[in-house]
């Protein structure tokens, strides 16, 4: 990416897009329905009712601050992190990430992300992707019910402070509602769309991740704090792994990932791989010639 530091914040204000409540709603749904956050939807909850209510903002954000991406390559592969880790660490070296004079490391604040950062990028300023702390944001403004003018000014509150770095203020808050709540009769794993196990889940989440979370410090250095491209960048190879028709095992799944990573990589590997590989010696080539039309 080219970026460039500011001597201050150059956005403190909570972009537009994430003010877009139908919007947000779509996104909140999209992000939790594949992570961690399944659970928490609850699959009879009527959500078109939701969507009625939302008003557009009048402009679109200013998209003149976030760092630009130059070129992108791609990693993938159906083994766990442990085998996944030396492979990003790998392709990181040899794009010589490591002589970055900024370096990020962005996750969706997995325990599992973190790991291969303090194994293979201890030098990179780990950050959480901000969509995935509106996810959970959204998520527990809506746990506390009241109508949709005060879940949605419950999260528009707190993402804002989440947003200029006041994490701390969301987490007492999220602590000192907890306190007051009754603890349900069922087990979580039994009901985990119980607002006592929403709340509980994100707190447990900004406990963890606090020290990730100083966006207006990332915002001046020029850093990125939203991981948009790689969750586009999942899409893509959804595209060509999932979908009606399409059945793999292990060691096929795992060979059109690989080709797929090459694909969607902007450094012409796969053309590079096609024009270098290996001929089959138990075949043979004959060489055609074709006359020119006179």
Same mark, same amino acid.
């Given at each position: ?152 000014? #419950? ?7 989440? =947003?200029?770095?006041?994490? /701390? %203020?969301?987490?007492?808050? !999220? $602590? ?62 959804? #595209? ?7 059945? =793999?095992?292990?060691?096929? /799944? %795992?060979?059109?990932?690989? !080709? $797929? ?34």
């Amino acid at each position: 990416m080219s970026t460039q530091s500011h001597d201050r914040d150059p956005h403190t204000d909570l972009p537009r897009c994430f003010t877009r409540k139908k919007d947000v709603v779509e996104l909140v749904q999209g992000i939790a329905s594949q992570g961690a956050l399944a659970d928490v939807i609850d699959p009879t909850a009527d959500q078109t009712t939701l969507l009625t209510v939302f008003e557009p903002a009048e402009d679109e954000l200013d998209r003149s601050w976030p760092p630009k991406p130059l070129v992108r390559t791609c990693q993938a592969t159906m083994r766990d992190s442990e085998a996944f880790g030396p492979m990003v660490a790998a392709e990181a070296l040899r794009r010589n990430f490591f002589a970055a004079g900024l370096r990020a490391f962005l996750g969706d604040g997995g325990l599992w992300i973190w790991v291969i950062h303090r194994m293979f990028f201890p030098t990179f300023e780990a950050i959480v992707d901000f969509v995935h702390v509106l996810t959970y944001i959204y998520l527990a403004a809506k746990a506390l019910g009241g109508g949709a003018d005060a879940v949605w000014e #419950r999260y528009l509150r707190w993402a804002t402070a989440c =947003w200029q770095g006041r994490v /701390a %203020e969301v987490l007492e808050e !999220l $602590r000192s509602t907890l306190a007051g709540m009754t603890t349900p009769a069922e087990s979580r794993e039994e009901k985990p769309t119980d607002p006592y196990y929403v709340i509980s889940k994100t707190i447990v989440y900004f406990e963890h991740n606090q020290p990730r979370m100083d966006y207006p410090r990332y915002r001046q250095q020029g850093l990125p704090v939203c991981s948009g491209l790689v969750e586009s960048l999942i899409k893509q190879f959804n #595209r060509r792994v999932k979908g009606t028709e399409k059945f =793999w095992n292990e060691d096929q /799944a %795992e060979t059109i990932l690989q !080709l $797929r990573a090459a694909q969607l990589s902007e450094d012409g590997r796969l053309s590079e791989h096609l024009n270098k590989r290996t001929i089959s010696p138990f075949r043979q080539y004959k060489t055609t010639k074709r006359r020119k039309a006179g």
